[in-house]
């Protein structure tokens, strides 16, 4: 039987080898330092130090340096102090500018803010803040999400000494659910555009992203149901008043709730909003994915879903929720709102 290897054993020969070089090996890991790290959050507040700044001349830095070659070697060739004075001179200005653009990024705090819910199809706003806790004021910082098609869309920002700014950057929305921040990158050509430093950060923040709401012109009226024993139906009579509701073909245009269209409308969005009675009927609304059509598709049923709740919350109305293991009673206002509109956005479920 072969003995169990205890603390003290000498590793094998090949074994040492393997450790001797793995120093070598982990600098070579190294090689492209510039690359994008891993895509995984970075919590929390995040400081930016040298190791995290990279720096390369730009296309007019590269102009320069061949600049100063060729006078460097015009001097050599022709033996005038005047051009070695020159070109030193201008060296030394590209090592200023080296020193200035490298401090204009380095040593930045980085941090994500809330971000508001949006639903699909719309643009995601993702809150940033650019943090300097040092003396000198930092200019001319540009960011963008380095993700494909959202690459061109940067945004620039100065921070002023011992404060921050905040920035947003928008991302387009196409699939409901919790939607993570891309990976954002950081770069400056300040001051005078020879050198351009970059960092890349990913922040920790995301966007809840709810399913499109269906149609209003196709969606079907809320499914209210009068209570046992009860009598009366809601209808738009002359009785008592019991609320608004979204326009209808053939509500009649004398109830139409000015001052409700005049706060819900825009100009590209008209809503037409009606007032409706009944003659103190009592009802109820249960708002049950598992009640909708079964021919419905799975997001079909959740747009239909996200449109009900947001008329009824617009008219007032107090309604119970149920979808896969969830189950909300009876109530209204935006805490049940949100409730309900992330349970959609969330669904995991079959048809």
Known sequence: MTPMPTLYDKPHQKERRTRRRMPFRLTLSFKFPFKPRDSRPEIGEIFLDQRRVYILPTRAGCAFIGILLVLFIGAINYNLSLGFGLTFVLAACALIDMHLTFRNLAFLHLASGQNAPVFSGEEALFNLRLINRRKHPRYAIWLNFISGDLADLERPVDVA?????????????????????????????????????????????????????????????????????????????????????????????????????????????????????????????????????????????????????????????????????????????????????????LYEGGA
Not at 245 to 271: C, E, F, M, V
Not at 273 to 293: E, M, N, Q, R, V
């Open 161 to 345: 000494a011992a404060s921050f700014s905040a920035v947003v950057l928008t991302a387009t929305t196409s699939e409901r659910g919790r939607m993570p921040a891309p990976r954002v990158r950081l770069q400056t050509r300040f001051p005078m555009g020879f050198l351009r430093a970059w960092c890349y950060w990913q922040p920790d923040g995301s966007v809840m992203v709810y399913p499109q709401p269906e149609d209003p012109g196709s969606a079907p009226p809320l499914p209210i149901t009068a209570l046992e024993g009860s009598t009366g139906q809601a209808h738009a009579g002359h009785e008592d008043f019991a609320g608004v509701r979204a326009y209808q073909p053939g509500d009649s245009l004398k109830h139409l709730a000015w001052r409700q269209i005049a706060k819900l409308s825009t100009a590209d969005d008209p809503n037409l909003i009606t007032k409706y009675f009944d003659d103190g009927a009592a009802s109820d609304l249960t708002l049950d994915y598992a009640a909708l059509p079964p021919g419905m598709d799975v997001e079909a049923k959740l747009s239909r879903l996200t449109r009900w709740v947001l008329e009824a919350e617009m008219l007032g109305l107090s309604y119970a929720f149920r979808i896969g293991d969830i189950d909300y009673v009876s109530a209204v206002g935006a805490a049940h709102q949100q409730a309900c509109l992330q349970a959609l956005a």
